[in-house]
Every structure is written in structure tokens, then in C-alpha cells.
């Protein structure tokens, strides 16, 4: 009878588990900024989220191209990942978020604990 109860118990917590991933949103893909000015691609890098800079529309920002803006991003629930954010525009990195809502992706760079936040918008390719 243990034994059953065990085996119920596992296949329970087994279904949870593959039902709740198969709700989450994947963030995984190509990602156009909402003002057209760059792509990123981002993808799993260990247990994580990253996205590099694929494409960059102006030539003085082609150095940008290859750099890892989004990395260590981990899920904290549905469509909603927490990690870093690094700006290449002024060489820093912040504390980041990222939310997905269909096809538009916003990503967040705060300082001072989230006080301050900058946005972006990008639509999947």
C-alpha cells in the first residue's frame, strides 16, 4: 500500500511539473527592437537565458554585434526571467528583466534595487 501511495504521489508531482513547463512562455529566438535599430537572439545557456546582439542597423554601433546583453536569466514564473542586463551604449550592467506577452518581449535594466528602470520592446522575428 506504501508502495502505491508513493508511485501516486510521484506520477502526481510529475504531471504538475510537465504541465506548468508546458504553460511557461519560451523567450528563446530572434527579437527585433521596437525602433528597428538592433536584433538580439537569445537561447538557453545552462539552466539560464542569454541573448547576444545579432545585428545592429547603424555602422557605428557594429562593434555591439557579438556581445552578450542578457545573461544569467532565470525564470521567476510564468514569461517573466530575472538575471542581468549589460548596456553596451554605456558599458555597464544592471540588474534585468525580461517579460514576454505573445510576441513583443519587454526587457528592463534597473539600478538602486529597481527604483530606476529603463525599458525596451522587442517583437519576435
Known sequence: MKRFLYQALMATISSAFFIGAAYAGDASGT?????????????SCGTALCGSVIWEKEAAKQGSVGKRVFYDMVSEGDNKWKGKAFNPEDGKTYTGTMTLNGDKLTTAGCVLGGLICRSVTWVRQ
Open 31 to 43: 527579437w527585433l527592437r521596437d525602433n528597428g535599430e538592433s536584433k538580439v537572439k537569445i537561447g
